[in-house]
């Protein structure tokens, strides 16, 4: 099992920035692909941002350019910095994770979430 702990969202004005980060517990973090998700209301579940074991990165059109994914794998820790917010990033982000030796490649593991509310 991998418990993982959201934490750094909250209200901002369109323009700022947040950093949210995500502390993960129980297995060997380095194993883990990790990723970012978002929800906002009345809307499906979106990929952000992931990052590989290998540091690699994959990001959503929505937020390329802007967010910076990036892992501290001493500290168990993700993080997805957000530049030049909209009111549409407003959403509950939540971070998750893939076992690299999963078949499924499915994320399994996923913390309660952070909100995130960008005012015009």
């Known amino acids: 099992q991998l418990q993982l702990v959201e934490s750094g969202g909250g209200a901002v004005q369109a323009g700022d920035s947040l950093r949210l980060s995500c502390l993960a517990s129980?297995?060997?973090?380095?194993?883990?692909?990790m990723g970012w998700f978002r929800q906002a209301p009345g809307k499906q579940r979106e990929l952000v941002a992931v990052?590989?074991?290998?540091?690699?990165?994959i990001y959503a059109n929505a937020v390329k350019g802007r967010s910076t994914i990036s892992r501290d794998n001493a500290k168990k820790m993700v993080y997805l910095q957000m530049n030049s917010l909209k009111p549409e990033d407003t959403a509950v982000y939540s971070c998750a994770a893939q076992w690299i030796s999963d078949p499924s490649h499915m994320f399994r593991f996923w913390g309660q979430g952070t909100q995130v509310i960008v005012s015009s």
């Open positions: 990052i590989r074991v290998d540091g690699s990165t």
């Open positions: 129980g297995r060997t973090f380095s194993d883990f692909v």
